[in-house]
C-alpha cells in the first residue's frame, strides 16, 4: 500500500500560480501510476492530470489542458502539479491518487489509493 499526503493549497488570485505536492509513503512510488482530481462543492470529482509510473506518458483534462503540467520526482517519492494561469473555476479541494500498474485511469475508480485533500482557491 501507499499513504499519499496532498500540499500546496491555498488562495490566489485568477492568473496566478501554485504548484501542489503528493508525498507518497510506504512501497515503491515507481510501482504507482498517479493523478490529480479536484472536487468543487455540489460537484462530482473530476480528472485533472494522470502520469505513468515513470512519467513517459502524461494525460490532461481539457479544461486544465495547455496551464497545468503534472510531473513526478520518483527518487523523491513525490508527485506534483504545476499550476498557471488559474481561473476561479478552478477552485476545489484537490486530490492526488495512485493506483499500481503501467495504466494511468482517467476516472476516479481506476484509482486505489486517495490522500486528504488539499484546498484550492482562486479569487476573481
Known amino acids: 500500500q501507499v499513504q499519499l499526503v496532498e500540499s500546496g493549497g491555498g488562495l490566489v488570485q485568477a492568473g496566478g500560480s501554485l504548484r501542489l505536492s503528493c508525498a507518497a509513503s510506504?512501497?515503491?512510488?515507481?510501482?504507482?501510476?498517479m493523478g490529480w482530481f479536484r472536487q468543487a462543492p455540489g460537484k462530482e470529482r473530476e480528472f485533472v492530470a494522470g502520469i505513468s509510473n515513470f512519467g513517459g506518458r502524461t494525460y490532461y483534462a481539457d479544461s486544465v489542458k495547455g496551464r497545468f503540467t503534472i510531473s513526478r520526482d520518483n527518487a523523491k517519492n513525490t508527485g506534483y502539479l504545476q499550476m498557471n494561469s488559474l481561473k476561479p473555476e478552478d477552485t476545489a479541494v484537490y486530490y492526488c491518487?495512485?493506483?499500481?500498474?503501467?495504466?494511468?485511469?482517467?476516472?476516479?475508480?481506476?484509482?486505489?489509493?486517495w490522500g486528504q485533500g488539499t484546498q484550492v482557491t482562486v479569487s476573481s
Open positions: 491518487a495512485a493506483v499500481v500498474g503501467i495504466v494511468v485511469p482517467r476516472s476516479a475508480p481506476g484509482y486505489d489509493y
Open positions: 510506504g512501497r515503491t512510488f515507481s510501482t504507482y501510476s
